[in-house]
């Protein structure tokens, strides 16, 4: 059971990947579908291994995150 | 499971940000919204912003906005603050704005010990109007109006705003930081909150200088850019406290 969940907003994300490399369990990856204006769109890759520490959060410029813990 | 980190009530709901991929400025943006919510404020809260890419958050911020004439913001603000006390005032400025042709109104404000707040965005470059050489550009690093790099002896040095400010006696919190980790994020917002926390306390001037990456105009991907802001902007631009007079540092 994981410790925490992240909500990524499709239509917020840029793929500027500050969360990807922020991550400290390397959770995120930027995955295969595009949101409306073109961008590969992050997504939870590894959701298990999440626990909830919300750095993604803290370094996203759009505020696209939510995290659970 | 309880929700640790939410979307701030100071940008508005389902809104897009106009920034590039990898800006900054959206950091900057969710953190002020972040404090004064903490604050309690919002409703109370002025922004006054500068001509270039923060005009962009005009659209993107859910309180008052004023743009001023370029540069001119700090001035604006001296009028907003006298005349409304009760409210809470911030300038949003980038370097072009604030350290080129706002220079002498920042100076001055700064020198009145306005009791306002001013977050100062430095990128090293002119976003909006395509990539050129800014008062903060680093020697050496291109820009479109100066292709072969920044030559000292041609165009003279980067323009340090907080070292400059620390020579005056009026200013209460002068601080330079920067967004481009967690932990960094975190101390970024708490240098912002004992700004406007200065502010609510009368006890005068606060800047917070905030050096930021652009990846559009500086030509990278926003990953390498970060590494570029590590490596070359930070190291001109050291970060710290260059004046609290809380804590005794003038």
């Given at each position: 059971m994981a410790k925490g969940k992240v909500d990524i907003n499709p239509e917020f994300c840029k793929s500027c990947e500050y969360c990807v490399v922020s991550?400290?369990?390397?959770?995120?990856?930027?995955?295969?579908?595009?949101?409306?204006?073109?961008?590969?769109?992050?997504?939870?890759?590894n959701p298990d291994d999440c626990i909830g520490c919300a750095m993604c959060a803290q370094v996203c410029p759009e505020g696209a995150i939510e995290v659970w813990r | 499971m309880?929700?640790?980190?939410?979307?701030t009530l100071g940008i508005q709901e389902g809104v897009v940000s106009g920034f590039c991929p990898g800006c900054m400025h959206g950091t900057a943006h969710k953190l002020v919204g972040e404090v004064v919510e903490e604050l309690g404020k919002l409703d109370k809260l002025v922004r006054v912003e500068g001509v270039g890419c923060?005009?962009?958050?005009?659209?993107?911020?859910?309180?008052?906005?004023?743009?001023?004439?370029?540069?001119?913001?700090?001035?604006?603000a001296t009028g907003v603050k006298r005349c409304s006390p009760d409210s809470l005032v911030y300038t949003y400025q980038g370097d072009g704005d604030l350290a080129s042709i706002g220079l002498?109104?920042?100076?001055s404000a700064a020198n009145r010990g306005e009791n306002f707040t001013v977050i100062f965005i430095n990128n090293g470059?002119?976003?909006?109007?395509?990539?050129?050489?800014?008062p903060t550009t680093l020697i050496?690093?291109?820009?479109?109006?100066?292709?072969?790099?920044?030559?000292?002896?041609?165009?003279?040095?980067p323009m340090h705003v907080c070292e400059v400010l620390a020579q005056l006696k009026a200013p209460q919190f002068l601080v330079r930081t920067t967004v481009d980790t967690p932990q960094n994020v975190i101390k970024t917002r708490k240098y912002i909150k004992q700004a406007f926390q200065n502010q609510i306390d009368g006890k005068g001037f606060s800047l917070v200088e905030i050096v930021t990456t652009c990846p559009t105009n500086w030509g990278f991907t926003p990953k390498d850019s970060i590494t570029f802001l590590r490596e070359n902007m930070l190291a001109e631009f050291p970060v710290g406290v260059y004046r609290d007079k809380d804590a005794g540092i003038e």
């Open positions: 991550c400290p369990k390397k959770c995120l990856a930027v995955g295969e579908k595009v949101n409306s204006k073109g961008y590969l769109y992050v997504v939870s890759a | 309880d929700k640790v980190y939410k979307r923060c005009g962009l958050g005009q659209a993107y911020v859910s309180h008052d906005t004023i743009i001023a004439a370029h540069g001119r913001a700090c001035a604006v002498d109104e920042t100076v470059i002119y976003g909006m109007t395509g990539g050129q050489m800014a050496g690093m291109k820009a479109t109006t100066a292709p072969f790099g920044r030559k000292a002896e041609e165009h003279g040095y």
